[in-house]
């Protein structure tokens, strides 16, 4: 459900960005060449509880066997470039010239962050989002080999919950969301999420400090 633009009717900027995920609502596109944005509140909204993650027996297995290796923050503009790709998976993106703009300067700032997923020198698949107080927002995802997007997905829900988050926010819900663990609640009901994940301090980084403590690199 798209809401009027005002007050929000104004350049996009990051700062405008942030002030609308803290009230629960979203920007997209309609479609990649379209330069304006359209901000959204879902009556439902999409979200992975933080303790309902599922990945099945022989995902794990599969995953394990894959030699993918994970990074973070590495290579943001490959992973937006990724996620934006006309594929298999999607034959539109809402990702346009205003959004790659504004969440990199975001990614530049900190806020947002990306979950890569790589087979040697090859991107194979990903995910990116921001990270405010405990709540992560998810904003795509994106795969070139079978499972890349499960492994990326499967990493972020382990380092949020290294990190205090309690709310990772997928916007809305896709078979795909549903079948790790992804829920639909009701606006009320994710405001009420929303206001109590902001007034945390989520880590991002804090899963890097305790595979460090182990001995890990």
């Not at 998976?89 to 809402?94: A, E, I, Q």
């Not at 080999?145 to 492994?151: D, F, G, I, P």
Request: aromatic share 10%.
């Amino acid at each position: 459900m798209a809401r009027p633009q005002d007050p929000f009717d104004l350049e996009i900027t990051p700062e405008l960005i942030l002030r609308a995920y803290r009230a629960g609502i979203f920007p997209m596109s309609e479609d990649a060449e379209d330069e304006n944005l359209f901000w959204v509140s879902p009556e439902k909204r999409g979200i992975i509880p933080l303790d309902g993650f599922h990945l099945s027996t022989s995902l794990r297995k599969a995953i394990r066997k894959s030699g993918f290796v994970i990074r973070v923050d590495t290579d943001f503009d490959a992973i937006i470039e990724g996620c934006a790709t006309v594929g298999e998976d999607r034959d539109t993106t809402w990702i346009n010239q205003t959004i790659r703009q504004v969440y990199g300067e975001l990614f530049r700032r900190g806020v947002a962050h990306t979950v890569e997923v790589w087979d040697g020198i090859d991107l194979v698949g990903g995910l990116y989002g921001l990270a405010i107080g405990g709540a992560f927002f998810g904003e795509s995802m994106f795969h070139r080999r079978t499972n890349a997007s499960k492994m990326a997905m499967a990493h972020l829900v382990g380092r949020l919950r290294a990190g205090g988050f309690v709310l990772l926010d997928t916007q809305f819900l896709t078979d795909h969301l549903a079948s790790l663990g992804g829920i639909e609640i009701s606006r009320q009901h994710y405001e009420e999420r929303l206001a109590q994940a902001l007034r945390l301090d989520g880590d991002w980084y804090a899963l890097d400090r305790s595979v460090s403590d182990l001995g890990g690199t």
